[in-house]
Nanobody, 124 residues
Framework: QVQLVESGGGLVQAGGSLRLSCAASGVTFSSYAMGWFRQTPGKEREFVGAINWSGAGTSIADSVNGRFTISRDNAKNTMYLQMNSLKPEDTAVYYC?????????????????WGQGTQVTVSS
């Protein structure tokens, strides 16, 4: 059974940093791309970033490009999202997801397993 568990969310002031982690189990982690999405109440889930199976290829949303970095450690079955220069508009529940593909994708319907989410709140 595939399980994805996010951690590292919390409350931070604008300009601060957080690092989210996504620990995977029940899956051959190194075979699949992974992604981060976020959602705020009343809005659709938004793509944040994705990373291919090896970690050599990544894609970051324009809204966070230059501030967020995605990475993975296949030896630890874990993906990370380093978030710097946080803004109040980054406030959301952040979800990690496992892609059904090896290459990264921004298409949410291609992700077949999702974590429960972790809240990130950025105060002004």
């Amino acid at each position: 059974q595939v399980q994805l568990v996010e951690s590292g969310g919390g409350l931070v002031q604008a300009g601060g940093s957080l690092r989210l982690s996504c620990a995977a189990s029940g899956v051959t982690f190194s075979s699949y791309a992974m992604g981060w999405f976020r959602q705020t109440p009343g809005k659709e889930r938004e793509f944040v970033g994705a990373i291919n199976w090896s970690g050599a290829g990544t894609s970051i949303a324009d809204s966070v490009n230059g501030r967020f970095t995605i990475s993975r450690d296949n030896a630890k079955n874990t993906m990370y999202l380093q978030m710097n220069s946080l803004k109040p508009e980054d406030t959301a529940v952040y979800y990690c997801a496992k892609s059904s593909t090896a290459g990264w994708t921004r298409i949410s319907s291609l992700y077949d397993y999702w974590g429960q989410g972790t809240q990130v709140t950025v105060s002004s």
